[in-house]
Structures are given as structure tokens and as C-alpha cells.
């Protein structure tokens, strides 16, 4: 049976384009990667996607790198999780971005009914990323390392060791354990002490709500700003993307320039694009154009240096667990099928 030509070009992608080889050859980027999560590794078939180093370059610990699983205790460490990911980003070559050193949320008891002062927190925010940084620092040696500072890095790595999401909305900084006992010292002290004990890492603030520009998209700028001005290190800033189908922001690309404007790099950290279910046709082609629009924007502009999804597949996202009658946000589906995002992820990345 003859198949029609729309037919055969819809098959195209998934014969022989794939996610992090076009990221790299046709758009200049460093990688195309996901997050994963541990409980997510016994799903032998999920795995095997998962570790395909031509779809996925770059692999993000979503939980297993956190406070609270890695310091549950003051001064007990623990890195099994974070460990068994990393590892498995070293077995495929690909490379680790650390996830995080400071963030509001899953926090131990211990540290937010603490009552401790601003000194003592103040140190124990720069023991917890001194240890956690230093724990896998040179584990891969990729050429990019990245740490999400209020979120953070770890295998071959890139960093986010503060990812903090220190901002409201509204550009004013979040309450928080950290922030009502330090001001915003919390952040420069995390960022000091990801560097000391990883000096090659790449250093990121990784926060949600700045995909276009804004208050709280302005308020990241200064706070960049700001840290630059004290010496404090920074390297980039981590687009979170979380977004909603046919409402990406039309300032998107505009967004991502006006921070590699500041002298650092940007990164799309948590890319999904959600709907209200359940899909259709419809949604489901608008979701398409969506992540062609963020993957362009990324494209465009030589200082984003990759993407990564917050997880590949509908099946382990966490969209429908914290969004009611949400979800269908990623480029595979719950059986592990590409569905039409993943030609709009190449689409972006070769148009």
C-alpha cells in the first residue's frame, strides 16, 4: 500500500530526526534533555527512551537532589538518589544538571522550624551547597556543568545551585524561611559556596513566570544586576517554561535577550506545555505550534544554550497531580508514543 506524501512526512521525525542531535547540529545548542525521577527507573521501556543519547543529552534529578532528600538531617547527608541518576547520566554520556541548592519548598522540618538566626542559617545554606556541589563536582567532564542555585547541578553538569524562585509575581521577593531570617543574602551566600566548591560549574537562578517580559521578569534582571555589581558569581538565569497551551507569551524570544544581554546565559529548565483535558485534535496541533514557538526562541538566540522537558512523557508527568483535570503537557504520551509536540520540538529546532 502506497502511503500518501502527508503521510510519509509525518513519519519523518520520528524516523530520522531526533530531539538533542538537531538541538546540536541545526540550532547551535549545547543539548536537548529531560528530567526524571527515581521511582520513574524500573520502567524498563521508559528507561530505554530515556537513555537514547540521540533524543536526550542533558538529564535533570527532579526530586532526588532537593534538601530534603539529600541533607534530612543538620549535617547527615544522603546522595543515593541523586547518586543512582547520576550515574546513569554517566553510563550514556549525557550531562547532569544539578537540581537544587536552595529552594522554599521540601525542606526538612529542621531547617524551616529551625528558629535559627542569620548567621546560623546563613551557614548552613553555605554548607548544604558547598556539600551537595561538591559531591558530584568533576563526576563528568561534558564541557557544561550547571547548577540551579535556588536550584542546582550535578553530572557533566549544569548548574542551578540556587534555583531559589526568591520572587512573587509582582517582582517582590518570596517569603520564605530564607528570606525572612537573611534578606536576600541567602542567595549570594549559595552562589559563593556552589562556586568555591565547584569552580568550573555554571551557576544558575532558576525561576517560573519569567517566559516573558514583566514585573517579575524585571525583578530577575535586577536581582542579576545586582548580584554582578557585589561579585557575587552568576551565569546564567533557568526559563522554567511551565506554560499553557496557546498562551505562550508573545515576548517570549524578546525575554531570553534581554537576560544575555546582562552577559549571561539562559537555559529553558522545565519545558511542558499543558491543557485542559482531555485533549483533541485541536489542542493537540496548537500544542505543536507552542513548543515550535519556545524552541525558535531558544534558537534565535545564541546565549540560550539548551532545553530541557520536565519529563518526556505524559505518563510520569507531574501536571495532572498539581493541576485538576490538567495535563497532557509533554511530547510523548502515556504509552510512550510521540505525539505531533515532538515534530513542533523539531520543527523549532530545524525551521
Known sequence: MLLSFAALFALVPLAICQLNTDAKADAGKKYFGTATDNPELTDTAYVALLSNTQNFGQLTAANSMKWDATEPARGTFTFSGGDVIASLAKKNGQLLRGHNCV?????????????????????????????LVGHYKGQVQLGCDQWQVPRFRPAGTLTDPTHTECLNDDGTFRTSVFFTTTGTSFIATALRAARAADPAAKLYINDFNIEGT??????????????????????????????????????????????????????????????????????????????????????????????????????????????????????????????????????????
Open 214 to 351: 514583566g514585573a517579575k521578569s524585571t525583578a530577575m534582571v535586577n536581582l542579576v544586576k545586582s548580584l554582578k555589581a557585589q561579585g557575587v558569581p552568576i551565569d546564567g538565569v533557568g526559563i522554567q517554561s511551565h506554560l499553557i497551551v496557546g498562551e505562550v507569551p508573545s515576548t517570549f524570544k524578546a525575554n531570553l535577550q534581554q537576560f544575555t544581554a546582562l552577559g549571561i546565559e539562559v537555559a529553558i529548565t522545565e519545558l511542558d506545555i499543558r491543557m485542559t483535558l482531555p485533549s483533541t485534535p485541536a489542542l493537540l496541533a496548537q500544542q505543536q505550534s507552542d513548543y515550535r514557538t519556545v524552541i525558535a526562541a531558544c534558537k534565535a538566540v545564541p546565549g540560550c544554550v539548551g532545553v530541557t522537558v520536565w519529563d518526556f512523557t505524559d505518563k510520569f508527568s507531574w501536571i495532572p497531580g498539581a493541576f485538576a483535570g490538567q495535563g497532557a503537557a509533554c511530547p510523548w504520551d502515556e504509552n510512550l508514543v510521540t505525539k505531533p509536540a515532538f515534530t513542533g520540538i523539531i520543527q523549532g529546532f530545524t525551521q
Open 103 to 131: 529552594w522554599h519548598n521540601q525542606l526538612p522540618s529542621w531547617v524551616t522550624s529551625g528558629n535559627f538566626n542569620n548567621a546560623t542559617l546563613l551557614s548552613i545554606v553555605q554548607n548544604h551547597c558547598g556539600t
